[in-house]
Antibody, heavy 119, light 107 residues
Protein backbone atom coordinates (compact mmCIF):
# COMPACT_ATOMS: atom_id res chain seq x y z
CA UNK A 1 0.00 0.00 0.00
CA UNK A 2 1.25 3.43 -0.94
CA UNK A 3 1.34 5.65 2.11
CA UNK A 4 3.14 8.44 3.90
CA UNK A 5 3.12 9.00 7.65
CA UNK A 6 4.19 12.26 9.24
CA UNK A 7 5.57 12.66 12.74
CA UNK A 8 7.36 15.21 14.89
CA UNK A 9 4.63 17.75 15.46
CA UNK A 10 3.80 19.23 18.83
CA UNK A 11 3.62 22.36 20.95
CA UNK A 12 6.58 24.73 20.71
CA UNK A 13 7.18 28.25 21.97
CA UNK A 14 7.62 31.17 19.58
CA UNK A 15 11.21 31.27 18.39
CA UNK A 16 11.64 27.56 18.93
CA UNK A 17 12.48 24.75 16.53
CA UNK A 18 10.90 21.52 15.41
CA UNK A 19 11.81 18.83 12.91
CA UNK A 20 9.06 17.04 11.04
CA UNK A 21 9.52 13.66 9.40
CA UNK A 22 7.56 11.85 6.73
CA UNK A 23 8.05 8.12 6.25
CA UNK A 24 7.08 6.85 2.81
CA UNK A 25 6.30 3.28 1.80
CA UNK A 26 4.81 1.31 -1.06
CA UNK A 27 6.51 3.25 -3.85
CA UNK A 28 9.98 4.15 -5.12
CA UNK A 29 10.54 7.22 -2.99
CA UNK A 30 13.68 8.31 -4.82
CA UNK A 31 11.74 8.71 -8.10
CA UNK A 32 9.46 11.50 -6.91
CA UNK A 33 9.49 15.16 -6.04
CA UNK A 34 8.26 15.62 -2.49
CA UNK A 35 6.41 18.47 -0.89
CA UNK A 36 5.20 19.94 2.40
CA UNK A 37 1.79 21.59 2.45
CA UNK A 38 0.24 23.11 5.57
CA UNK A 39 -3.24 24.00 6.71
CA UNK A 40 -3.89 26.39 9.57
CA UNK A 41 -6.90 25.51 11.75
CA UNK A 42 -10.09 26.22 9.84
CA UNK A 43 -8.16 27.66 6.88
CA UNK A 44 -7.16 26.61 3.38
CA UNK A 45 -4.13 24.85 1.98
CA UNK A 46 -0.74 26.52 1.71
CA UNK A 47 2.21 25.06 -0.18
CA UNK A 48 5.39 25.30 1.92
CA UNK A 49 8.31 23.65 0.12
CA UNK A 50 9.34 21.25 -2.67
CA UNK A 51 12.42 19.07 -3.09
CA UNK A 52 13.69 17.28 -6.18
CA UNK A 53 14.33 13.55 -6.29
CA UNK A 54 18.07 13.90 -5.57
CA UNK A 55 17.68 16.86 -3.21
CA UNK A 56 19.47 19.10 -5.70
CA UNK A 57 16.63 21.60 -6.10
CA UNK A 58 14.54 23.09 -3.33
CA UNK A 59 11.82 25.72 -3.41
CA UNK A 60 10.07 27.56 -0.59
CA UNK A 61 7.18 29.90 -0.03
CA UNK A 62 8.51 33.35 0.88
CA UNK A 63 7.07 33.28 4.41
CA UNK A 64 9.35 30.40 5.45
CA UNK A 65 12.52 31.18 3.48
CA UNK A 66 15.54 31.35 5.77
CA UNK A 67 13.64 29.65 8.60
CA UNK A 68 12.58 26.26 7.20
CA UNK A 69 14.72 23.66 5.42
CA UNK A 70 13.35 20.75 3.43
CA UNK A 71 15.53 17.66 3.03
CA UNK A 72 15.27 13.98 2.25
CA UNK A 73 17.06 10.68 2.80
CA UNK A 74 16.31 8.35 -0.07
CA UNK A 75 18.03 5.45 1.68
CA UNK A 76 15.51 5.79 4.51
CA UNK A 77 12.53 6.69 2.29
CA UNK A 78 12.08 9.77 4.41
CA UNK A 79 11.32 13.46 3.97
CA UNK A 80 12.05 16.11 6.56
CA UNK A 81 11.19 19.69 7.39
CA UNK A 82 13.45 21.53 9.82
CA UNK A 83 11.54 24.49 11.20
CA UNK A 84 13.42 27.22 13.08
CA UNK A 85 12.40 30.61 14.47
CA UNK A 86 8.81 29.43 14.65
CA UNK A 87 6.01 31.97 14.77
CA UNK A 88 2.39 31.79 15.84
CA UNK A 89 1.36 31.97 12.17
CA UNK A 90 3.21 28.69 11.51
CA UNK A 91 0.57 26.88 13.57
CA UNK A 92 -0.98 24.32 11.22
CA UNK A 93 -1.32 20.71 10.22
CA UNK A 94 1.68 19.86 8.05
CA UNK A 95 1.15 17.30 5.29
CA UNK A 96 3.81 15.67 3.18
CA UNK A 97 2.75 14.93 -0.39
CA UNK A 98 4.10 13.28 -3.49
CA UNK A 99 4.59 15.14 -6.75
CA UNK A 100 5.17 13.72 -10.20
CA UNK A 101 7.44 16.50 -11.45
CA UNK A 102 8.63 20.00 -10.64
CA UNK A 103 5.65 22.26 -9.78
CA UNK A 104 3.32 19.30 -9.67
CA UNK A 105 -0.08 18.34 -8.52
CA UNK A 106 0.09 16.01 -5.53
CA UNK A 107 -1.34 12.53 -5.90
CA UNK A 108 -0.54 10.99 -2.51
CA UNK A 109 -0.83 12.79 0.83
CA UNK A 110 -0.02 11.92 4.40
CA UNK A 111 -2.59 12.53 7.11
CA UNK A 112 -0.54 15.30 8.61
CA UNK A 113 1.08 16.27 11.90
CA UNK A 114 -0.07 19.22 14.00
CA UNK A 115 2.34 21.99 14.90
CA UNK A 116 1.22 24.53 17.49
CA UNK A 117 3.36 27.58 18.17
CA UNK A 118 2.27 29.21 21.40
CA UNK A 119 3.65 30.46 24.69
CA UNK B 1 2.54 35.29 -7.00
CA UNK B 2 -0.47 33.90 -8.84
CA UNK B 3 -3.67 34.40 -6.88
CA UNK B 4 -6.35 31.72 -7.22
CA UNK B 5 -9.93 32.78 -6.52
CA UNK B 6 -12.73 30.24 -6.19
CA UNK B 7 -16.43 30.91 -6.36
CA UNK B 8 -18.66 30.42 -4.63
CA UNK B 9 -17.09 30.05 -1.19
CA UNK B 10 -20.07 27.97 -0.07
CA UNK B 11 -22.51 26.05 -2.20
CA UNK B 12 -25.71 24.40 -1.00
CA UNK B 13 -27.04 21.60 -3.16
CA UNK B 14 -29.04 18.38 -3.06
CA UNK B 15 -28.23 14.81 -3.96
CA UNK B 16 -28.63 14.42 -7.71
CA UNK B 17 -27.91 18.07 -8.50
CA UNK B 18 -25.38 19.18 -11.09
CA UNK B 19 -22.94 21.64 -9.55
CA UNK B 20 -20.15 23.79 -10.90
CA UNK B 21 -17.30 25.42 -9.00
CA UNK B 22 -15.22 28.12 -10.63
CA UNK B 23 -11.53 28.92 -10.16
CA UNK B 24 -9.92 32.03 -11.60
CA UNK B 25 -6.18 32.70 -11.76
CA UNK B 26 -4.73 36.20 -11.57
CA UNK B 27 -2.60 35.38 -14.62
CA UNK B 28 -2.46 32.53 -17.09
CA UNK B 29 -1.51 29.12 -15.75
CA UNK B 30 -2.01 27.40 -19.13
CA UNK B 31 -3.60 24.05 -18.18
CA UNK B 32 -1.52 23.54 -15.02
CA UNK B 33 -4.53 23.38 -12.75
CA UNK B 34 -5.54 20.68 -10.31
CA UNK B 35 -8.64 20.08 -8.17
CA UNK B 36 -8.80 18.40 -4.77
CA UNK B 37 -11.53 17.20 -2.45
CA UNK B 38 -11.04 17.40 1.30
CA UNK B 39 -13.25 16.01 4.04
CA UNK B 40 -13.02 17.17 7.68
CA UNK B 41 -9.98 15.82 9.46
CA UNK B 42 -8.65 14.15 6.32
CA UNK B 43 -5.92 14.87 3.82
CA UNK B 44 -6.88 16.33 0.45
CA UNK B 45 -7.50 13.88 -2.39
CA UNK B 46 -6.54 14.62 -5.99
CA UNK B 47 -9.52 14.64 -8.36
CA UNK B 48 -8.32 16.27 -11.57
CA UNK B 49 -4.98 17.44 -12.94
CA UNK B 50 -3.92 19.33 -16.06
CA UNK B 51 -7.29 21.04 -15.89
CA UNK B 52 -9.31 18.15 -17.29
CA UNK B 53 -7.57 14.81 -16.67
CA UNK B 54 -9.41 12.60 -14.21
CA UNK B 55 -7.16 11.02 -11.57
CA UNK B 56 -7.26 7.23 -11.54
CA UNK B 57 -10.06 5.91 -9.37
CA UNK B 58 -12.07 9.13 -9.32
CA UNK B 59 -15.72 8.70 -10.39
CA UNK B 60 -16.61 9.93 -13.87
CA UNK B 61 -19.27 12.29 -12.49
CA UNK B 62 -16.35 14.65 -11.77
CA UNK B 63 -15.03 16.66 -14.69
CA UNK B 64 -12.81 19.68 -15.19
CA UNK B 65 -12.44 22.23 -17.94
CA UNK B 66 -10.74 25.48 -18.79
CA UNK B 67 -7.37 26.93 -19.66
CA UNK B 68 -5.49 30.15 -19.17
CA UNK B 69 -7.18 31.91 -16.26
CA UNK B 70 -10.67 30.40 -15.99
CA UNK B 71 -11.44 26.88 -14.86
CA UNK B 72 -14.44 24.88 -13.69
CA UNK B 73 -15.02 21.71 -11.71
CA UNK B 74 -18.35 20.05 -12.42
CA UNK B 75 -20.04 17.25 -10.54
CA UNK B 76 -22.75 15.88 -12.82
CA UNK B 77 -24.96 14.25 -10.21
CA UNK B 78 -24.14 14.86 -6.57
CA UNK B 79 -23.77 11.84 -4.35
CA UNK B 80 -23.86 11.87 -0.52
CA UNK B 81 -20.10 11.23 -0.43
CA UNK B 82 -19.40 14.41 -2.43
CA UNK B 83 -20.26 16.87 0.33
CA UNK B 84 -16.84 18.23 1.18
CA UNK B 85 -14.53 21.18 0.54
CA UNK B 86 -12.92 21.58 -2.88
CA UNK B 87 -9.68 23.38 -3.70
CA UNK B 88 -8.06 24.37 -6.95
CA UNK B 89 -4.27 24.57 -7.25
CA UNK B 90 -2.05 26.14 -9.87
CA UNK B 91 1.25 24.39 -10.64
CA UNK B 92 2.40 26.66 -13.43
CA UNK B 93 4.90 28.64 -11.40
CA UNK B 94 6.38 29.01 -7.93
CA UNK B 95 5.08 29.63 -5.41
CA UNK B 96 2.44 26.97 -5.95
CA UNK B 97 -0.86 28.43 -4.80
CA UNK B 98 -4.30 27.14 -3.89
CA UNK B 99 -7.72 28.68 -4.05
CA UNK B 100 -9.41 29.51 -0.75
CA UNK B 101 -11.76 26.56 -1.04
CA UNK B 102 -15.41 25.94 -1.81
CA UNK B 103 -17.49 24.22 0.84
CA UNK B 104 -20.20 22.06 -0.71
CA UNK B 105 -22.97 21.47 1.79
CA UNK B 106 -26.27 19.65 1.81
CA UNK B 107 -29.30 21.83 1.13
Amino acid sequence: EVQMVESGGGLVQPGGSLRLSCAASGFTFSSYWMTWVRQAPGKGLEWVADIKQDGGEKYYVDSVKGRFTISRDNAKNSLYLQMNSLRAEDTAVYHCARGLRIRSEFDIWGQGTMVTVSS
Amino acid sequence: DIQMTQSPSTLSASVGDRVTITCRASQSVSNWLAWYQQKPGKAPSLLIYKASTLQSGVPSRFSGSGSGTDFTLTISSLQPDDFATYYCQQCNSYPITFGQGTRLEIK
